[in-house]
C-alpha cells in the first residue's frame, strides 16, 4: 500500500492545500499523523479524490457530503459482507446451497 504526502495528494487529485485540510477537519477523511504531517494511504486517495469529485464536479454542496459519504460507506460495508456470505455459501455442503437457494428463491416470490 503507498503512504502520499498531503503535498503529493493535492497533486494526484488537482485541488488545493485548503480543500484537502478542511475535508480532514470536517473529518470526511481520516489520514494518519506522522509528527506533525498527514500519510494518506490509497483508501484515502481514492475517498479524497470520491469528495473532490462530489464537490466540484457533481456540485454536491458541503452540508449533503456527509450523508453521501456515510451512504457509501454503508454500501461498500455490505458488499464486503455480501462477499463473505458468499464465500461461505460457496464453502457449504451441496445440500446446504440447495437448501439456500430453495429458501432465497421462496423469499423472491413472496415479496
Known amino acids: 500500500m503507498s503512504r502520499w504526502t498531503l ?16 475535508w480532514i477537519e470536517q473529518r470526511w477523511v481520516l489520514p494518519e499523523t506522522q509528527g506533525s504531517d498527514w500519510q494518506f494511504d490509497d483508501m484515502d486517495v481514492a475517498r479524497l479524490r470520491l469528495i473532490a469529485e462530489l464537490t466540484q464536479e457533481l456540485e454536491i454542496g458541503n452540508e449533503a457530503i456527509p450523508v453521501v459519504l456515510n451512504l457509501l460507506d454503508q454500501i461498500y460495508e455490505l458488499r464486503d459482507k455480501l462477499a463473505v456470505i458468499e464465500h461461505a455459501i460457496e464453502q457449504a455442503s451441496p445440500e446446504c446451497r440447495a437448501e439456500i437457494a430453495r429458501i432465497l428463491g421462496g423469499a423472491a416470490k413472496s415479496e
Do not use: M, N, W
Open 7 to 22: 503535498e503529493q495528494v493535492v497533486v494526484e487529485i488537482g485541488v488545493d492545500r485548503a480543500a484537502v485540510t478542511s
